[in-house]
Every structure is written in structure tokens, then in C-alpha cells.
């Protein structure tokens, strides 16, 4: 499970164009059993870019024990690696958002002592 949720986790499932990963939360994830299922959506109309998405398949991803299996899966389901320069953009805004969390944080935290002035 850990390589599953570093594929999850650090990008790599997102290198892949039209790819967004979610997690569930609190009772969703108990009734899927805390399995990792990806769910593939394909536009209403069958064409890229529709208005909007309907459920077409799901696979459960702790299925699979390897990144290179979990790669294979993506190009299988016909998802397509996405560039050098947008792998390198979504890393940039994912250290962007996970700084702007951080600090968000540390101000939340910050020593409250309860002193007035």
C-alpha cells in the first residue's frame, strides 16, 4: 500500500492529462472498504470536452503492487502522460499549495497566551 499511495500521493497519477485525484473522507471511505478505486468518467456526449461526465468504469488500484503496474494501467485506460513542462507546472503548484497550507498553519497556531493589550 505504500507504493500506491506514493503513486497517489506525489503526483504521479495527476502526470497523466484529465487525471484529478481524490480522497474520501470519514464514511465514504469506510463503505469502500479503504481501497483505492479510481473512478474514469467520459463526457455524456462521447466527445472531449463535453458538457457533462457519466461514470464509465472502476478499478480498485490496491489491485495493483508496482508503480510500472500502476503506469500500464493509465496508459491502458487510455490516459495520456502529460508533458515535461505541465509535469514540472502541476509540481510547482502543488509545492505552492502545500506552503500556502503550511503557513496557513503556523499562523493558526501561533502563541496565544491571552493577554490583552
Known amino acids: 500500500m505504500p507504493i500506491l499511495k506514493s503513486f497517489l500521493k506525489d503526483g504521479e497519477a495527476e502526470s497523466y492529462r484529465n487525471v484529478q485525484v481524490k480522497f474520501p473522507e470519514g464514511r465514504k471511505a469506510f463503505h469502500l472498504g479503504g481501497k483505492a478505486i479510481m473512478t474514469i468518467y467520459q463526457s455524456d456526449d462521447g466527445e472531449e470536452g463535453g458538457e457533462g461526465w457519466v461514470e464509465k468504469e472502476k478499478v480498485v488500484l490496491s489491485d495493483y503492487e508496482t508503480k510500472e503496474e500502476m503506469h500500464a494501467l493509465m496508459v491502458e485506460k487510455g490516459f495520456q502522460l502529460k508533458t515535461p513542462e505541465e509535469i514540472e507546472a502541476m509540481q510547482q503548484q502543488m509545492k505552492d499549495e502545500e506552503d500556502h ?12 497566551s491571552g493577554d490583552e493589550l
Open 101 to 112: 497550507s503550511s503557513s496557513d498553519d503556523e499562523s493558526s497556531s501561533s502563541d496565544d
